[in-house]
Nanobody, 115 residues
Framework: QVHLVESGGGLVQPGGSLRLSCSAS????????LGWYRQAPGKERELVAA???????NYADSVKGRFTISRDNAKKALYLQMNSLKPEDTAVYYC?????????WGQGTQVTVSS
């Protein structure tokens, strides 16, 4: 069974940075599309950033220029570097792996941006 485990969330002041990590237990990790989603209280889950098997990326407009998604296929890991954090970035962040009939979610990690 495939598992995704996120880490790196926490409490940070506005303007600060955090790096989220997601580790996967799956073979042929490099062929899958990966993404980071977030869900704030009372809101729907939304895509934050995605990276394809070929390394192509896309970002939500609200995080462009502040967040960077990356992957390390050798380590079967996905990352999200978040800079210049704002209170509106507060949410539970989820790692997602999809493709070839799979759509797997991690358990989520809380990110809180507050002074």
């Amino acid at each position: 069974q495939v598992h995704l485990v996120e880490s790196g969330g926490g409490l940070v002041q506005p303007g600060g940075s955090l790096r989220l990590s997601c580790s996967a237990s799956i073979s042929m990790f490099s062929v899958y599309n990966l993404g980071w989603y977030r869900q704030a209280p009372g809101k729907e889950r939304e895509l934050v950033a995605a990276i394809g098997g070929g390394g192509n990326t896309n970002y939500a407009d609200s995080v462009k220029g502040r967040f960077t998604i990356s992957r390390d296929n050798a380590k079967k890991a996905l990352y999200l570097q978040m800079n210049s954090l704002k209170p509106e970035d507060t949410a539970v962040y989820y790692c997602n792996l999809n493709g070839f009939g799979k759509n797997i979610w991690g358990q989520g990690t809380q990110v809180t941006v507050s002074s």
